[in-house]
């Protein structure tokens, strides 16, 4: 049988030229041994043999898992942002204006109030400057002369006078709010431990729980 020279050339063509459309090549071998490859069905006069080619389009097949030494980690589920820590109550702390005495509490600064200027120390007088006598000139069993005198003098005039004060107040900070919640959590839960009728364990143990939600804040 002859070669066939342009053999490899037409097989080339043909699959560079038909496998975007057709996944199969028809061989056609004539009576005289020559070969001819085309897309079409050979003539009822040659040997006809059919050539699978595959298909350029198709995608390749996906790779392989790669085989991984070692034990296999589970997925572990996403970190939890921290839970938000609760917001601190407002604690005033405040100077008494009358003794200069502190103290603290959650209502705010308390409103301005009228007191004597006695209790301010205005026009302070002894027992004896009052009765005008000295000790044991007024000690006598009658009645009348047992009422204490009325002293109408300007400087217990003014002593009576009333005066408007209000005390001084500042909101604390995180960390005096912090130490004073821990101290009345302290004295409280005392009380409540050695408290022995139920009205006064009942009255306690709300402000225990308000304390101790309050320093979760801290």
Known sequence: MPPCRHC?????ALLCAGSA?????????????RVAFQDQPCAASTNESVLHVADSATPPPDEAPVARSGPIEEAKPPPQSPRPRKPLPTIWLCTNAED???????????????????????SSKSLADSYGAAAGANAMSAPEFSK??????????AAAS????????VIAN???????LRQQ?????DKLQHARFKDEQGRLQPQVDELESDLGGC
């Open 21 to 33: 459309q057709a996944r199969q090549v028809y061989k056609c071998t004539s009576a005289d041994g």
């Open 8 to 12: 490899s050339f037409l097989l080339l």
């Open 100 to 122: 200069g005495s502190h103290y603290a509490n959650r209502s705010g600064p308390p409103p301005p109030r009228l007191v004597p200027l006695g209790m301010l120390g205005y």
């Open 162 to 169: 009333y005066t408007q004060i209000q005390d001084a107040c």
């Open 185 to 189: 959590y302290d004295q409280t839960s």
């Open 174 to 180: 995180p960390g005096q709010t912090c130490a004073w």
């Open 148 to 157: 204490p005198p009325i002293d109408r003098s300007p400087a217990a005039s």
